[in-house]
T-cell receptor, first 114, second 111 residues
Framework: NAGVTQTPKFQVLKTGQSMTLQCAQD?????MSWYRQDPGMGLRLIHY???????DQGEVPNGYNVSRSTTEDFPLRLLSAAPSQTSVYFC?????????????FGEGSRLTVL | DAKTTQPTSMDCAEGRAANLPCNHS???????VYWYRQIHSQGPQYIIH???NNETNEMASLIITEDRKSSTLILPHATLRDTAVYYC????????????FGKGTRLSVIA
């Protein structure tokens, strides 16, 4: 199993550009989520999904869109990038069955918005 | 609002036990305590979780007080590779509940 795969690993955008951060997992996990981490800070939850066709907002959803058309994929879209979205983005997944709890994280996508 | 309180930073001598405390005084009956760590800029790594009994695995031990209002993560023989930010998280039993991270404790293991 590859686990959780994020692409791209690095990206530089100009203000106003749009892009999609890709996240794929091959563990048949129902639950997937996106976090952002700013320098010296903890992780903040952007959006999450408990299954295909279901998404919900986390702590900092503004400026980001998500969709979950398949179990495997959970892309994060930035519609109009802003410098405040410069961050490291982590995707994570887990089984939804009660009590398992263990989140598996990707290696992160480092985004710079100029 | 943060559900857990952790010290900002701690030091530990290499080879000694590292004891990382966490307060979660508002924990409810069906919430678990989870510990993750983040080494440098890598993705967080799961360590251990528990409900009310003490738990042990190959990485660490988790001691939860009887009233469940606090817990301690123990790394029995800390190495330099254990230097990381450690996050204590309270989460509902249902796998539908998102994991919300606080600021964690930065553990520095010193040679």
């Amino acid at each position: 199993n590859a686990g959780v795969t994020q692409t791209p690993k690095f990206q530089v955008l100009k203000t106003g550009q749009s892009m999609t951060l890709q996240c794929a997992q091959d563990m048949n996990h129902e639950y997937m989520s996106w976090y952002r981490q700013d320098p010296g800070m903890g992780l903040r939850l952007i959006h999450y999904s408990v299954g295909a066709g279901i998404t919900d907002q986390g702590e900092v959803p503004n400026g980001y869109n998500v969709s979950r058309s398949t179990t495997e994929d959970f892309p994060l879209r930035l519609l109009s990038a802003a410098p405040s979205q410069t961050s490291v983005y982590f995707c994570a997944s887990s089984r939804r069955t009660s009590g398992s709890g263990e989140l598996f994280f990707g290696e992160g996508s480092r985004l710079t918005v100029l | 609002d943060a559900k857990t309180t952790q010290p900002t930073s701690m030091d530990c001598a290499e080879g000694r036990a590292a004891n990382l405390p966490c307060n979660h005084s508002t924990i409810s009956g069906n919430e678990y305590v989870y510990w993750y760590r983040q080494i440098h800029s890598q993705g967080p790594q799961y360590i251990i979780h528990g409900l009310k009994n003490n738990e042990t695995n190959e990485m660490a031990s988790l001691i939860i007080t009887e009233d469940r209002k606090s817990s301690t993560l123990i790394l029995p023989h800390a190495t330099l590779r254990d230097t990381a930010v450690y996050y204590c998280i309270v989460r509902g039993y249902s796998g539908n509940t998102p994991l919300v991270f606080g600021k964690g404790t930065r553990l520095s293991v010193i040679a």
